[in-house]
T-cell receptor
């Protein structure tokens, strides 16, 4: 069965520090993988996606993620956190169709 | 180009009632998906429509239903509301199906069942 696990429901970093949000997937076939961000009282915004073209994927707002098949991981990183990055982040996988399987989300806090 | 529009933004209903939520996709998008978001269960897939046909369905009871119109607008209906149906309901649209057509989400409808 397809599943997505995000390690850590809350992550706190200082402004300017590295952001690392962890995501592991479980799938019988290589899935497509996504990272979404959700700000309070808003929907989800796509940060980046992996569709097998390249293992290192660059997204918006300085975020990037690396697909590692051997580790079944798709961790999200950003070299330097900004206050505006505080939000909830969701990793999701897709095998076919428009159905996404989401992880439980990681709330990112950024301290000044 | 306007984004995905969901109406209403907030809704309060009583147990046993039914409710209809509306979603207008981005112009030109033919696929609409619905998700339920709750603190306990997270984001769960409800169903997906493409060209007025349901293509995928999640594991929700039959009280949850949806449809898509010829102009790609979609509605979802929940009958005999239960307290556990309180959630943020998100609609997403895409040009086609599959990962090469990423989902664009609306801001959701917050449903509270009392």
């Amino acid at each position: 069965a397809q599943s997505v696990t995000q390690l850590g429901s809350h992550v706190s970093v200082s402004e300017g520090a590295l952001v690392l949000l962890r995501c592991n997937y479980s799938s019988s076939v290589p899935p497509y993988l996504f990272w979404y961000v959700q700000y309070p009282n808003q929907g989800l915004q796509l940060l980046l996606k992996y569709t097998s073209a390249a293992t290192l994927v660059k997204g918006i707002n300085g975020f990037e993620a690396e697909f590692k098949k051997s580790e079944t991981s798709f961790h999200l990183t950003k070299p330097s956190a900004h206050m505006s990055d505080a939000a909830e982040y969701f990793c999701a996988s897709q095998i076919q169709g428009g159905k996404l399987i989401f992880g439980q989300g990681t709330e990112l806090s950024v301290k000044p | 180009k306007a984004g995905v529009t969901q109406t209403p933004r907030y809704l309060i209903k009583t147990r046993g009632q039914q409710v209809t939520l509306s979603c207008s996709p981005i112009s030109g998008h033919r696929s609409v998906s619905w998700y339920q978001q709750t603190p306990g269960q997270g984001l769960q897939f409800l169903f997906e429509y493409f060209s007025e046909t349901q293509r995928n369905k999640g594991n929700f009871p039959g009280r949850f239903s949806g449809r898509q119109f010829s102009n790609s607008r979609s509605e979802m209906n929940v009958s005999t509301l239960e307290l556990g149906d309180s959630a943020l309901y998100l609609c997403a649209s895409s040009i086609g199906q599959g990962a090469l057509s990423p989902l664009h989400f609306g801001n959701g409808t917050r449903l509270t069942v009392t």
